[in-house]
């Protein structure tokens, strides 16, 4: 009998993330994530649940390259020589 609204595994948790490819629809990602599920012995996660987790951490990858695109763009700048202007980085909007 299948569990009810179940804590899901950090393993399985990592899992989805790892199993996520933002290419493949999140169906996919919920089969692959339910096969690893089952041979781990851990209840298979919901397509609902799935899908939650799998947009959850499509947007923190998102907002983390947001942040990260400014400062590669500065350290880029530094090593190529130039001197950046760093209050054009601080204002830049992105």
């Known amino acids: ?3 009810v609204a179940p804590r899901y595994h950090p393993k399985l948790l990592a899992l989805i993330a790892a199993l996520d490819d933002d290419a493949q629809p999140i169906a ?3 089969r692959r994530a339910g ?9 298979r996660p919901s397509y609902v649940h799935v899908r939650r987790i799998v947009l ?3 947007a923190a990858n998102r907002r983390r390259k ?3 695109e400014p ?7 530094a090593f190529a020589g130039g001197s950046p202007d760093i209050r ?5 909007p992105r």
Do not use: K
């Open 56 to 58: 959850a951490e499509r």
């Open 66 to 68: 947001e942040l990260r």
């Open 28 to 30: 996919e990602t919920c």
């Open 71 to 77: 400062l590669v763009d500065l350290a880029v700048t």
């Open 88 to 92: 054009r980085v601080l204002d830049d």
């Open 1 to 3: 009998m299948p569990d």
């Open 35 to 43: 096969d690893a599920a089952e041979r781990l012995g851990l209840s």
